[in-house]
């Protein structure tokens, strides 16, 4: 028999078509064609078109877990379904195969995370002599994209006349392609296997920071009490056992818990009212040592040097007026003066979080603030060889060193929603991992195993009146996020998954209505912004490539791409005279664009974080990468004018600008509060305060800014998981 091959599915194939071939699932056969079950029940056991779909695309990722929004995406594009018809099509399944939840043999649960297919799947040579017969499927075309960047995995092979390119099974919108290959890479051999992952925890609470055993067999994390502002260390076997609370005392709260190189130890940050320290005590229990100080002020990362006699951490401030950095520092462990670290830093670099490799040769850390890091790697003895890993400039959440110290894991979101990638240190080869949504993973020493966090987070958005009060226009169960009021405040435009994937939302303040304005093929949009005009919405699409400029037409939904091929966009900032600006990288580095009819891009400042376009008097108003303050851009090869210190783009937090008024959300825990700034004289003022959700993220003008529109985060959790990892040829022990 031949084995079965299947890419996701692609609109560009065209017209529904009928099906035909037997998909084998463990014991069972099953007729695409006649959707049914092929054996001796009478009357036949029938299937539905959906159930079949999601059959096939559980068995093109045999092994794997898939998520429930990728079904959603995949078997119900271009439709307005709810969560629940994945579950009643799951449901169908296992009554067909005369499966179980609770001792699944064909397709497996895997709580808050989706279902795998467990029972080999493979698809037969010829269709059975009873088959409904159908025309033959069109062949696919080659420039088709895979939208789904994960690796699958190669499990059989035969020869068959099925030839590679094979017969295209077509469902619903999309196509499924049959080959000689069961389950095929589209990509390369992987690198890496990955195994699924599974929860280890599931607190309704927010964990974060999680640090798995030098053996793999338990995890440290940080469980965040939002209310009480507080932070209690837990330790928990990684099979999911009944977790420990490390004791803290009153009025402290404990962050950044870690293994110690001692056997059995770990160390936490400990931090109260009027202190910081860094102590070390038994995972089980026990009396505590200091090792050192910190700022309670500051963000805690460290990690010992590899003759454990230094912390090595980060120290940040303010080098100069114009200029913020942060550079590694280092104390004697025990206590004792801090002091600058050996390594190649610029005044304005922001490093961060770094991490020695198991063998203690290399040190690797992060540079730049989020949205924009990449990876550094140098040889420990040897500072000048410092040289940059990665050239993504995307918003990286924790990165860990693999067992064999040949590369680096690490969460970004490049490509759209937060994954893991490996990236080989000798090469800088990136390979995705295919777990998502996923930040700060955290791998065994010695162990083929590692940990994660599964973010969970609902934004909504809220309007500000002139009294600064707070309300929900579009209230919503599923996360509204990222959005931005027209410039007649009559319409916002937002980022959603009420469709069950990713798209650019309108919703009509006056009428209260909302539609989808995209139905996207792939990629995630983000961050839309409104054309001067009002008649047409710009948004930033993410994929596999570089990040892209698009506009979409409100009466047409023409999509128009903006931006040209190389250059990866980030932000975007359209003008009132028409004009738009983009905040993009090119060969890694940042600057603020020009877009050009062509679609082209015309350099203008190197090293720009974020930019807002204004009128004709207010001008181009931009902030640095790596120094403080707000500029204004005075033409090509002219210094830009700096205008005062705020507002100034920090913690992903986009500020908003309406004549000569930019308004700018205050970032404190939790942030709840905007402020107005005069450009002119740099006064601010409060002008709204939101007392609900867990704060404030960004904020959105209208052209007049009498109307404020922000995104609340209305809640965040998230749970830990684990998976297990090992190079690409390594003997299973």
Request: charged share 25%.
């Amino acid at each position: 028999m031949n084995v079965l091959s299947i890419p996701s599915l692609q609109e560009r194939y065209g017209p529904q078509q009928p099906m035909a071939g037997v998909l084998r699932v463990g014991d069972h056969r099953v007729d695409l064609g006649a959707l049914r079950l092929l054996g001796t029940e009478e009357p036949p056991v029938r299937l539905t078109l959906k159930s079949v779909q999601v059959l096939v695309e559980l068995a093109r990722n045999q092994g794997t877990t898939v998520s429930r929004d990728h079904l959603l995406d995949t078997v119900w594009r271009g439709t307005l379904p709810t969560p629940e018809v994945v579950t009643q099509a799951i449901k169908e399944l296992r009554r067909a195969f005369g499966d179980s939840r609770g001792t699944a043999e064909y397709i497996d649960t895997i709580p808050k995370l989706g279902y795998r297919l467990i029972a080999e799947a493979c698809f037969e040579d010829d269709p059975p002599r009873d088959a409904e017969p159908g025309p033959a499927a069109p062949e696919p075309s080659h420039d088709v994209p895979p939208s789904d960047r994960r690796p699958a995995r190669s499990r059989h092979r035969a020869a068959g006349r099925w030839a590679a390119l094979g017969g295209v099974l077509v469902l619903g919108l999309g196509a499924w392609v049959l080959s000689t290959h069961a389950l095929a890479p589209r990509r390369p051999a992987p690198a890496w296997i990955v195994g699924p992952p599974w929860l280890v925890t599931t607190d309704p609470a927010l964990e974060i920071g999680p640090a798995i055993s030098p053996d793999g067999s338990q995890v440290l994390y940080h469980r965040v009490d939002a209310e009480a502002r507080a932070g209690r260390v837990r330790l928990q076997s990684l099979t999911g056992s009944r977790a420990l609370t490390i004791p803290t005392p009153a009025g402290s709260s404990d962050q950044h818990a870690i293994w110690s190189p001692v056997p059995g130890e770990i160390a936490v940050t400990r931090k109260s009212e009027d202190d910081c320290r860094i102590l070390a005590m038994p995972a089980l229990g026990g009396p505590s040592r200091l090792l050192g100080r910190c700022n309670r002020a500051e963000v805690v990362r460290f990690d010992w040097s590899p003759d454990r006699h230094w912390l090595v951490g980060m120290g940040s401030g303010f080098l100069a007026r114009d200029e913020a950095g942060t550079r590694l520092m280092r104390q004697p462990v025990g206590g004792g003066a801090v002091e600058s670290f050996p390594y190649p830093h610029r005044p304005g670099d922001i490093d961060l979080t770094p991490r020695f490799s198991p063998d203690g040769r290399r040190l690797a850390f992060r540079r730049g603030y989020l949205p924009y890091s990449d990876l550094y790697v140098m040889d420990v003895d040897q500072p000048d060889s410092l040289r940059r890993l990665t050239r993504l400039g995307s918003r990286m959440v924790g990165f860990d060193w693999t067992r064999d110290g040949s590369a680096l894991v690490f969460s970004s979101d490049h490509a759209g929603d937060a994954a893991l990638y490996a990236v080989d240190v000798r090469s800088g080869q990136i390979t995705a991992l295919g777990i998502s949504p996923a930040v700060e993973p955290t791998l065994a020493r010695e162990a083929d195993v590692g940990a994660y966090r599964v973010p969970e987070q609902r934004f909504q958005l809220a309007l500000l009146d002139a009294a600064g009060t707070a309300s929900l226009p579009a209230p919503s169960t599923t996360s509204d996020r990222e959005g931005a009021l027209s410039p007649d405040g009559r319409r916002i435009a937002f980022v959603s998954r009420r469709t069950g994937r990713d798209e650019i939302w309108i919703h009509d303040l006056e009428h209260g209505d909302a539609y989808a304005l995209t139905a996207l093929p792939q990629g995630v949009p983000r961050l839309p912004e409104w054309r001067a005009d009002g008649a047409a919405v710009l948004f930033v699409l993410r994929g596999d490539g570089p990040g892209q400029a698009w506009e979409a037409e409100l009466d047409t939904r023409r999509l128009t791409v903006r931006s040209p091929d190389g250059l990866d966009v980030h932000y975007l900032s359209p003008a009132p005279d028409g004009q738009l600006y983009a905040i993009a990288l090119a060969d890694g580095e940042h600057g603020l664009y020009a877009l050009t009819p062509g679609p082209g891009a015309d350099l203008l400042e190197p090293g720009v974080a974020f930019a807002r376009a204004g009128d004709a008097q207010t001008g181009l108003l931009f902030n640095y990468l790596a120094r403080g303050g707000l500029f204004r851009w005075r033409g090509k090869d002219q210094p830009a004018e700096r205008l005062g210190d705020g507002p100034y783009f920090r913690y992903e937090m986009p500020w908003a600008l309406a004549g000569a008024t930019a308004f700018e959300v205050v970032p404190e825990f939790p942030t709840r509060r905007v402020e107005a700034i005069d450009i002119a004289s740099g006064q601010r003022r409060r002008v709204g305060q939101v007392d609900q959700g867990l704060g404030i993220t960004a904020v959105s003008s209208d052209a007049t800014g009498e109307k404020l529109l922000v995104w609340l985060l209305d809640r965040d959790g998230g749970d830990i998981a684990g998976f297990e990892l090992r190079p690409a040829g390594a003997v299973r022990p």
